[in-house]
């Protein structure tokens, strides 16, 4: 049996020395127990790292894939300059309220849009409206069909976007090629291929801390 206690406490001692008091992430942390949102939001040290991805590639214009309350959203679209854009495809009209509200707080009104409604049907609307390429591409919806959301990514790329892909690890449940979880086939369908897609440089970063035992997918496309 692993001590996960190490693992929360350390993440916690991370995040305390970095992230201390913020009280726009605070109010959306709040408003996803108020407002009944399931707490699926990435962690605070996960969306100070996704911060400084942004930053690394002088990120200006963004696509999310799945808001939920704006968690993610907010950490990423502070990483972006003035003129920068984070559109971000939220299926769920009252996830997408809220967030739009813990968008508001944050000052990144001006900066982010959400789009409501399922990504699959937004995505090709990104294509037609010649809103791409994307300097960075964060997948986080629904598991079942990652490797479209994939396929759609790379649509929307240039060479050197960033494709990052959360919760593709699930605790450690990937390495059952007979787990009959659909979000667990769906990541692993998934994550097949992307290490079989010639066109990116890719890699998964398991994670641990105050979330289960998961995992990022970091590609940069060649
Ligand atoms: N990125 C967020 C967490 C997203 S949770 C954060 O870390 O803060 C996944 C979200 O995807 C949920 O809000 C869910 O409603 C949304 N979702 C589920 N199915 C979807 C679909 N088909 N299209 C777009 N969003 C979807
Ligand atoms: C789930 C979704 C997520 O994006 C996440 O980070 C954790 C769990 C889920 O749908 O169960
Ligand atoms: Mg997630």
Redesign the pocket.
């Known amino acids: 049996m692993i001590n996960t206690e190490i693992f929360e406490q350390v993440d916690s001692y991370i995040s305390n020395l970095f992230n201390p008091g913020d009280e726009a992430l605070a109010a959306t942390q709040l408003s996803i127990v108020t407002e009944n949102?399931?707490s699926?939001?990435?962690s605070p040290n996960?969306?100070k790292f996704l911060h400084i991805l942004a930053k690394l590639c002088n990120a200006k214009n963004i696509l999310?894939?799945?808001?939920?309350?704006?968690?993610?959203?907010i950490w990423m679209a502070r990483a972006l300059p003035e003129g920068g854009k984070l559109i971000t495809?939220?299926?769920?009209p009252h996830?997408a309220a809220v967030a739009q509200q813990n968008i508001d707080r944050a000052g990144l009104t001006d900066k982010v849009e959400i789009r409501v409604?399922?990504?699959?049907d937004?995505l090709p609307k990104l294509l037609a409206e010649r809103l791409y390429p994307f300097d960075m591409i964060?997948i986080?919806?629904?598991k079942p069909?990652y490797a479209e959301y994939f396929e759609w990514a790379l649509k929307l790329s240039r060479p050197g976007t960033l494709i990052i892909a959360?919760n593709v690890i699930r605790d450690g449940k990937v390495l059952d090629p007979g787990n009959g979880d659909d979000m667990v086939k769906g990541v692993h369908r998934f994550n097949k291929l992307l290490a079989a897609t010639p066109g990116v440089t890719a890699t998964i970063m398991q994670t641990v801390g105050v979330k289960e035992h998961d995992g990022m997918a970091i590609a940069i496309v060649n």
């Open positions: 949102i399931p699926i939001s990435i996960q969306g999310e894939m799945g808001t939920l309350a704006g968690y993610s959203t495809l939220e299926f769920d996830h409604g399922k990504a699959i937004n964060f986080d919806a629904d069909p959360d």
